[in-house]
């Protein structure tokens, strides 16, 4: 399943895969999974930070759009249990790498979770940027730029076992994308006044 969101997009929002009664379902990632779903979870805080123009992902024709954000998943079909084996991961890279290299501003990378982390990782060395020793180590709200022109955040998942326990807050899914805006902006790469203009207007600048 391909993502979706900003061709222009400065932000690659990374997932793991689609959810089988979500994404599988509707055709789009992180949609459909009911309320108070991964869906509504993380479009609550991309919204938030000014990135969605909904704060709900409930349906394909349901008029969500991003700005300046991009979201895909390393692996392209729904794994059994949520769970995508090393092949199957391999096996979507390609598909990934493509998708992304159809992005040429995306500077900073939001990881939903260690295998986004991971896959980006590989992702950026497949591009040519360095690979940071010793390797990173993957925690909630961890950043690390690997040289002056990309930035990696580290994110729980929002999957209901992370935000259901407590593991994964709203305020620290919000924390990840104002985090990402700010230093989107700090590097020059995100300055537009999106807080302030509405999406109708934007579409058409």
Sequence with gaps: MPGFGDPAARVLVLGLAPAAHGANRTGRVFTGDGTGGSG????RAMHGAGFA???TSQRIDDGLRLRDAF???VVRCAPPDNKPLPEEIAAC????TAEVAALPRVRVIV??????FDAAWRL???????????????AHGAVYR???RHVVI???????????TGRLTPEMMANVFNMAFKVAAESGLSLVTRRERPFDKLRSS
């Design 40 to 43: 509504d979870f993380l479009m």
């Design 71 to 73: 979201i895909a998943a």
């Design 111 to 116: 990881c939903l979770g260690r295998v986004a």
């Design 124 to 138: 950026l060395a497949r591009r040519g940027v360095p690979t940071i020793r010793p390797r990173p180590a993957f």
């Design 93 to 96: 890279e390609a598909h990934l």
């Design 154 to 164: 580290a994110s729980y998942h929002p999957s209901r076992q992370n935000t259901n």
């Design 146 to 148: 690997p040289d002056d």
């Design 53 to 55: 123009s909904l704060p």
